[in-house]
């Protein structure tokens, strides 16, 4: 299959056709391989001396270098996003978390010391004085959550992304 050398496509097969090989960050001897290395020198890793790297696309969806309308540069060879992300509580919309409570008459009183003073005698309301379904103090509830990161993965099928090692120069115009 002849392609432009540096050209990246993806395959539904496992392997990668003769003079492709796989975008997996691979690092290639630049001196077997001049002509890829004259096109993407190290933009993705290398020494530059004696290795160059391929792109790695294991796991990346690629993109369009540049930049559109109220975006921001993207450059050839640029890394962006996350596989998973740990949100901070910036990016969390605000929101309450309100416990409501009907009003419950106890017929005995509290014997524990532990319980509020004011509900220790009999005929008192057992969770506030206030009316049924009033908002409770928000100091009653407390923080929850394991500030562990979440999977931010769009949906996606895997194909095998491969890059022409050989093939025809592409021209400049």
């Not at 220790?120 to 100091?139: C, D, E, I």
Request: with cysteine.
């Amino acid at each position: 299959m002849e392609g432009f050398i540096g050209q990246i496509s993806d395959f539904c097969f496992d392997f990668a056709p003769y003079d492709w090989a796989f975008c997996d960050g691979s690092l290639l001897p630049l001196n077997q391989y001049t002509a890829l290395f004259s096109l993407i020198g190290v933009v993705y890793g290398g020494d530059g001396r004696t290795n160059f790297a391929l792109p790695d696309l294991t796991m990346r969806s690629p993109c369009g270098a540049g930049a559109g309308p109220g975006l921001t540069v993207r450059r050839v060879g640029q890394p962006f996003g996350a596989a998973a992300l740990t949100l901070t509580e910036a990016q969390i919309p605000a929101h309450t978390h309100g416990v409501r409570a009907a009003m419950k008459t106890r017929s005995t009183a509290y014997t524990d010391p532990n319980i509020n003073a004011s509900l220790t005698s009999s005929s008192r309301p057992v969770y506030s004085t206030s009316q049924a379904n009033t908002q409770m103090s928000p100091l009653s509830i407390a923080n929850t959550g394991g500030t562990q990161p979440h999977n931010n993965m769009q949906p996606y099928v895997a194909t095998n992304y491969c890059i022409a090692l050989q093939g025809e120069y592409p021209q400049f115009d």
